[in-house]
């Protein structure tokens, strides 16, 4: 098995690149990810998407890798993966490889990061596959719902708007804009450098050193504090003709920054990790209501959000909105049980440590908390602070969270008058 030999090294270069790495027995791969801290909450109104266009853009071709199938085939040819990802706070780039490629891997990306053209001819043509991506989003409605739950809670705020942007911005997007947001925000002090499995600290941060040491200080795009101004529930359908009535159920929440972010996902483990939580043993199992049912608690900096989504049947979407709220209620007014909070604790512990086999996970683990923290803590450090949850702080965090006040309701399905369903809110 797989194991750590040290769970994480880190150096700080001179112009603020952090490089973190956890090395591992064991294991053949490497893992290199690049963090940076800026995603589609730094992007105005009218360049929303810019970032996540950014991200599919930087593997267009570079200077010295003009051609997309180039830097795919570089990777792929030795057996890696390569990949990225935008949030609405941080974008990755990472790619896992056999480790003797580990430098082969990190002159790729490095490369696409440092040197990409952004070629107009591409640019334009990538557009249009962002654009039937957004399309697709809004003809999958399982897909569309948590677009829509996520404008309704926030508004037309960043953390409310979708990370691909609109048909109109995405359009309105021109290659010096684009390079303009690239060069401000992939900055130095932005930038995260993590390496996961068979890796030395001291050739990850000698390559850092040679492919990042001369990057400069910018002046990075900050994004606007979120202002939650919810006084009451909120309904918002959809109304298309579907054979599913897909729903999401969302309330404003902690952010990542407080402590209490250990209790809020114990109340997410509680009800959705897993075919024992309670939201799938209730709503499908007991009562046959879904064919899907899941929840999540989403922290940002500043604010965080809490969402339930279920998939049901047509002529049963009541039913199901007033089950999920009768599993809200009952976290909010009943403590919960001590074993069922043990489990719970035990399981989230144990996905833990599995999650860490992999050089990818790893190098996921050190590189997320630093971006996000600005320190890592190890497994066992985490495991004591899920350990710590009590049952009070359980259920005086759910009766902060779980009221009618608070509460949205998105639903899309054949559906137009939203009075029933704001009446099945109430607490």
Not at 90 to 112: E, G, M, Q
Not at 257 to 281: D, K
Not at 410 to 422: I, N, S
Request: glycine share 8%; proline share 4%; aromatic share 8%.
């Amino acid at each position: 098995m797989p194991t750590a030999t040290k769970l994480y090294e880190k150096t700080t270069l001179a112009n603020g690149v952090r490089v973190v790495t956890g090395a591992m027995t064991g294991v053949r791969s490497a893992s290199l990810i690049f963090y940076y801290g800026v995603g589609s909450r730094y992007e105005r109104p009218e360049t929303a998407g810019v970032a996540h266009f950014l991200e599919h853009m930087l593997f267009k071709g570079t200077e010295r890798r003009p051609d997309p199938m180039q830097i795919s085939q570089e990777i792929e040819g030795v057996g890696g993966i390569l990949n990225a990802a935008t949030g609405r706070e941080s974008t990755n780039y990472w790619c896992k490889v056999p480790s003797t490629h580990f430098a082969l891997a990190y002159d790729v990306l490095a490369d696409i990061i440092r040197n990409s053209v952004i070629d107009k001819a591409e640019l334009d043509k990538e557009r249009s596959v962002i654009v039937e991506e957004i399309r697709s989003v809004n003809d999958a409605p399982e897909d569309l719902v948590h677009d829509v739950i996520d404008e309704l809670v926030w508004g037309d705020q960043a953390v409310g708007r979708s990370i691909a942007g609109s048909e109109q911005t995405v359009g309105a997007i021109t290659r010096d804009g684009m390079v303009g947001f690239w060069r401000r925000n992939y900055s130095p002090e932005r930038l995260v450098v993590a390496a996961g499995g068979d890796v030395r600290h001291e050739e990850v941060v000698a390559l850092t050193e040679r492919h990042f040491g001369d990057l400069a200080a910018t002046e990075p795009d900050a994004f606007d504090p979120t202002v939650d101004t919810q006084d009451g529930a909120r309904v918002r359908l959809v109304e298309r003709e579907t054979e599913q009535a897909h729903l999401c159920i969302a309330m404003p929440a902690l952010p990542y920054t407080t402590e209490r972010r250990y209790a809020q996902s114990t109340i997410e483990a509680i009800l959705s990790s897993g075919m024992s939580s309670r939201l799938f043993q209730e709503i499908r199992e007991k009562r046959g209501l879904v064919y899907s049912v899941y929840g999540y608690f989403r922290p940002y900096e500043d604010v965080g959000q809490g969402v339930v989504y279920a998939g049901t049947d047509l002529e049963r979407v009541e039913e199901t909105v007033g089950a999920v709220i009768g599993e809200l209620r009952k976290l909010r007014d009943e403590p919960v049980p001590a074993d069922e909070l043990q489990r719970t604790k035990d399981l989230r512990k144990g996905r833990l440590l599995m999650g860490l086999e992999d050089s990818r996970s790893v190098a996921s683990w050190i590189g997320s908390q630093e971006l996000t923290y600005g320190e890592i803590k190890t497994p066992e450090e985490v495991m004591e602070k899920i350990e710590a949850v009590t049952v009070p702080e359980v259920q005086e965090l759910s009766q902060e969270l779980f009221r009618t006040d608070r509460l949205s309701l998105a639903l899309v399905g054949p559906y137009g008058d939203p009075k029933p369903f704001k009446d099945l809110l109430a607490f």
